[in-house]
């Protein structure tokens, strides 16, 4: 059905079209996961809908079907609003079937993998307001016993403790010195750094020492004022440091670190992954 026919088809049962932030809740249950079926994507929850239910016992949310809700982008410059879509269709890519992935669609338009359900009672009245691309990069701040609880709590930098930060700029310095001295348009720093590569995504990046001999790079989920989540980590054992970031405002999508600038083997990289991941990797 076109987008109208379901809100028609809702109204003749006294219900309505949910609100997408109605949707998305009812599909992360009340442990917000991440699909409905819980962290990861189960492929059973596209070819069996029917058994695959979210936290709150609802079933087939972001299974096997596209669904239409009745909230909308505004349009910009005068353009006409862009309908929203929530779910995903069996064959799309694992990240589609996330709770929280929507897309737009035309609202006339009409597809066997298209449908919608309804809901009842008052709507709910928030509005998602549109992410704004921010600054590139911009400092951040954290302290180091504050990021080995971020630490702790995730498996695989649980065992990272007695962090040390580098000292700003000195250390960064070091790094560039190290090498043949040109820095290729980059800066460089070694304090913690916020990241935002693309609108409505904000990370932080932290280097340090571990111990005496080991350092480590991670990137962190910024998920409110001091609440993190490590998104990923990268540990180099008998590898003291310092370990800069070398990033431009004019590059979103990735920046490098590095013990020794130009050297090789002594620099990666970290990277964006749409939706939401980060990579970090040495070549």
Same mark, same amino acid.
């Given at each position: 059905m076109t987008r109208d026919e379901a809100k028609r088809a809702c109204a003749e049962r006294g219900e309505r079209l949910c609100t997408e932030l109605e949707w998305e809740r009812?599909?992360?249950?009340?442990?917000?996961?991440?699909?409905?079926?819980?962290?990861?994507?189960?492929?059973?929850?596209?070819?069996? =809908?029917?058994?695959?239910? /979210?936290?709150?016992?609802?079933?087939?949310?972001?299974?096997?079907?596209?669904?239409?809700?009745?909230?909308?982008?505004?349009?910009?410059?005068?353009?006409?609003?862009?309908?929203?879509?929530?779910?995903?269709?069996?064959?799309? =890519?694992?990240?589609?079937?996330?709770?929280?992935?929507? $897309?737009?669609?035309?609202?006339?338009?009409?597809?066997?993998?298209?449908?919608?359900?309804?809901?009842?009672?008052?709507?709910?009245?928030?509005?998602?307001?549109? =992410?704004?691309?921010?600054?590139?990069? /911009?400092?951040?701040?954290?302290?180091?016993?504050?990021?080995?609880?971020?630490?702790?709590?995730?498996? $695989?930098?649980?065992?990272?403790?007695?962090?040390?930060?580098?000292?700003? =700029?000195?250390?960064?310095?070091t790094v560039v010195s190290r090498g043949p001295g040109d820095k290729k348009g980059f800066e460089f720093t070694v304090a913690p750094l916020i990241w935002r590569p693309v609108a409505g995504a904000e990370f932080l990046l932290v280097s340090g020492k571990c111990g005496e001999n080991n350092a480590f790079v991670a990137v962190l989920y910024v998920l409110g004022d001091d609440d993190y989540a490590v998104a990923t980590s990268f540990l180099m054992k008998n590898e003291p440091g310092p370990v800069a970031f070398a990033y431009s405002d004019s590059i979103r999508p990735r920046l490098h670190w590095s013990t020794c600038w130009g050297c090789p083997g002594e620099t990666g990289k970290i990277l964006f992954r749409p939706p939401e991941a980060v990579v970090i990797f040495q070549p």
């Amino acid at each position: 059905m076109t987008r109208d026919e379901a809100k028609r088809a809702c109204a003749e049962r006294g219900e309505r079209l949910c609100t997408e932030l109605e949707w998305e809740r009812a599909c992360k249950g009340p442990k917000s996961t991440t699909y409905a079926g819980g962290a990861s994507w189960d492929t059973r929850c596209a070819s069996e =809908p029917s058994s695959c239910a /979210s936290g709150f016992d609802v079933l087939g949310m972001g299974g096997n079907l596209r669904e239409w809700v009745v909230s909308e982008i505004p349009g910009k410059e005068g353009a006409a609003a862009r309908s929203l879509l929530r779910g995903a269709a069996p064959s799309a =890519p694992d990240p589609e079937h996330r709770c929280a992935a929507r $897309h737009t669609l035309d609202a006339d338009s009409k597809a066997l993998d298209l449908g919608f359900r309804c809901c009842k009672g008052a709507p709910n009245a928030a509005i998602v307001p549109e =992410p704004k691309l921010g600054e590139t990069f /911009s400092h951040g701040k954290i302290g180091s016993e504050r990021l080995e609880k971020v630490f702790q709590r995730d498996a $695989h930098t649980a065992g990272i403790g007695n962090v040390k930060f580098y000292r700003e =700029p000195d250390a960064a310095n070091t790094v560039v010195s190290r090498g043949p001295g040109d820095k290729k348009g980059f800066e460089f720093t070694v304090a913690p750094l916020i990241w935002r590569p693309v609108a409505g995504a904000e990370f932080l990046l932290v280097s340090g020492k571990c111990g005496e001999n080991n350092a480590f790079v991670a990137v962190l989920y910024v998920l409110g004022d001091d609440d993190y989540a490590v998104a990923t980590s990268f540990l180099m054992k008998n590898e003291p440091g310092p370990v800069a970031f070398a990033y431009s405002d004019s590059i979103r999508p990735r920046l490098h670190w590095s013990t020794c600038w130009g050297c090789p083997g002594e620099t990666g990289k970290i990277l964006f992954r749409p939706p939401e991941a980060v990579v970090i990797f040495q070549p």
